[in-house]
């Protein structure tokens, strides 16, 4: 069966030239968005339940866009000023240039890793003395907590922010050949949302390897996995399944 509509459980992307828009005008096909999950923050009360308190600690280390806005949303609640000698580990570029939306970057002591969480390894090592605190979601990659052990460092982690899944109810009578799921809690929230869906000829395309995990647990077909060699992203996948199925040259 051609492909003719996909809707990607994400938010639509604010880049003019995203790929998927792209996918969508190169094949004449329609691409919808639609988040299946969503953050909420966690209240200064209940991170005060998990025995965190911001003082004790020298750095923080911020994974991503939402641990720098809840870790300001906090502190701002908690009214922690925050010394300018604090220490900020950045998972990535883009989270230490998100985070001059709170601090003055030049006045402020910034580390910055290159893409994944072990390459703050090198950085956090060399200030091993520091008692850092780890302010993120209900849903960990277990690849932090591992690498931070390996440190032998001093840190803490605390839930700052939780992913909750979304309504959907809407979607209800609306059919897509396609659903691109990028994680596992966007599968939960699927059969959440939907606890009678059966797959029948609508396609499955998931990126990752516990999302396709999640997926085949509650016995989805998957029919595009990313990411692969030749297909690294998700749209690239998506791309090539289209070429194959409408046999677009």
């Not at 931070?148 to 001093?154: D, F, I, Q, Y």
Request: aromatic share 12%.
């Amino acid at each position: 069966m051609k492909v003719k509509t996909i809707l990607v459980s994400q938010p639509e992307p604010k880049v003019e030239n995203s790929p998927y828009f792209e996918l969508q005008n190169k094949h004449k096909i329609k691409v919808d968005f639609r988040s299946f999950i969503h953050v909420e923050g966690v209240s200064a009360k209940d991170i005060r339940a998990q025995k965190i308190d911001i003082n004790n600690f020298t750095a923080i280390i911020l994974t991503s866009r939402n641990s720098v806005d809840h870790f300001f949303r906090v502190a701002e609640e908690m009214r922690y000023k925050i010394p300018e000698d604090l220490k900020y580990f950045c998972q990535s570029e883009a989270v230490a240039f998100y985070l001059q939306k709170y601090v003055v970057y030049r006045k402020r002591k910034i580390y910055v890793g290159q893409k994944d969480f072990v390459d703050l390894s090198p950085l956090i090592k060399k200030y091993k003395d520091e008692k850092f605190l780890l302010p993120a979601s209900d849903q960990l990659n277990f690849d932090i907590p591992q690498t931070l052990n390996n440190l032998k460092v001093e840190w803490t982690q605390a839930t700052f922010y939780k992913t909750v899944m979304s309504d959907l109810s809407d979607l209800a009578d609306v059919y897509y050949d396609i659903l691109a799921f990028f994680s596992p809690t966007g599968i939960k929230s699927l059969f959440k949302n939907f606890p009678d869906f059966k797959q029948n000829n609508t396609r499955i395309a998931v990126f990752g390897s516990t999302t396709q995990k999640e997926a085949l647990d509650c016995g989805l077909r998957i029919d595009i996995l990313a990411p692969t060699p030749e297909t690294p992203s998700m749209s690239m996948a998506l791309e090539k399944y289209i070429v194959d199925t409408n046999k677009v040259k």
